[in-house]
């Protein structure tokens, strides 16, 4: 990658026995006086086919991670088309998009194809957001983020899932809401239901309150939360970590998120996966909302379901969830 004072790019080299290499030119070129914050340099450019509904849609995704002076250290994305044979991508449109609202959590973004399945698949960089001092006390930092699937909505629209493989880490089943019921009624059930190891999905209809959603690793008061939700007025998803732990010492804090943009009478669809501190969270499979969470309670393990006003229904099933390397595959 190479920048300048007015725009930053991807240049393409070409070689057939990795040895010698020819120059192709740049693949795209930015607008970094438009847009500063991709900064002045792209860090693991990735550029993957793009299917819709399995067949191929002749689109393309490309995404960085921009990084230097002014730069919002992200995963951005443009849709576009790729011209093999002059080394181009040509971008729909102009200003980049964000896959991940989480806020400097979703990073280091690598990519393949899977050969079996066809699947443009997406590995990330989970960010662990803790102090050098307690990295070095835990005895590591970071960790990677759940791999994704990319595809071409029926709307245009990049969608965003987890692979369909992590349903094989699946174990017990801790709820299920059996339908649609009362938010209360469910909130009572899931006074009983607790982890930090689990997968949880969610459905959640609401045209009355304003911000509706989850709270995990929850202590049995509420001392301690993290909540996942939806802003239907600016529709947004947000994470509210201010009450997410009771240590100081910890960064991890503050309200976070982005735009989620459902249609009038779309439902909330969520799936949130909890591994210890990492939170990764998918809505209505357009975007991921990836955090962290390190309470200093133990009992910091509860569910509820959240809201500012009247839910009307909402269902909501719980699995724990198996360690990978423990899983094996399932035959069934």
């Not at 029926?154 to 809401?177: A, C, F, N, T, W």
């Not at 609401?206 to 509706?212: E, H, I």
């Not at 503050?254 to 943009?261: E, K, R």
Request: charged share 25%; aromatic share 10%; glycine share 10%.
């Amino acid at each position: 990658m190479i920048a300048n004072i007015m725009f930053s790019m991807i240049l393409v080299f070409r070689s057939l026995n990795f040895k010698e290499w020819k120059y192709r030119g740049p693949l795209f070129v930015s607008d970094y006086v438009k847009y500063p914050y991709l900064g002045t340099a792209w860090e693991l450019p990735v550029l993957l086919p793009l299917k819709r509904k399995g067949q191929d849609s002749g689109k393309h995704v490309f995404l960085i991670s921009p990084w230097g002076p002014g730069s919002k250290v992200e995963v951005m994305y443009w849709i576009g088309t790729f011209d093999k044979s002059e080394c181009r991508f040509i971008p729909d449109h102009e200003q980049p998009l964000l896959i991940d609202v989480g806020d400097f959590h979703f990073t280091g973004p690598s990519g393949m194809v899977d050969p079996l399945s066809g699947r443009s698949l997406l590995f990330t960089i989970a960010q662990g957001e803790r102090t050098p001092e307690i990295d070095y006390d835990c005895g590591w930092s970071h960790s990677a983020g759940l791999p994704v699937a990319l595809y071409l909505r029926e709307d245009g629209q990049l969608g965003v899932e987890p692979i369909e493989e992590i349903s094989q880490l699946r174990g017990k089943q801790l709820y299920s809401s059996a339908g649609r019921k009362a938010m209360d009624e469910i909130n009572f059930e899931l006074a009983d239901v607790h982890g930090d190891l689990l997968e949880i999905m969610i459905d959640i209809e609401s045209p009355s309150a304003k911000k509706y959603g989850i709270s995990i690793r929850r202590s049995p008061n509420g001392e301690e939360e993290t909540v996942i939700y939806y802003d239907r007025v600016n529709k947004e998803l947000m994470v509210n970590r201010e009450k997410t732990t009771l240590d100081d010492r910890e960064r991890s804090s503050g309200i976070q998120g982005g735009s989620l943009l459902l249609e009038e009478g779309e439902r909330l669809q969520l799936r949130i996966f909890v591994d210890r501190s990492l939170i990764e969270g998918y809505a209505n499979g357009l975007k991921s909302l990836t955090t962290r969470a390190y309470p200093s309670r133990t009992d910091a393990t509860g569910l509820r379901i959240w809201a500012d006003g009247l839910v009307e229904r909402v269902s909501i099933e719980v699995w724990e969830m198996s360690s990978v390397f423990e899983a094996g595959p399932k035959t069934s």
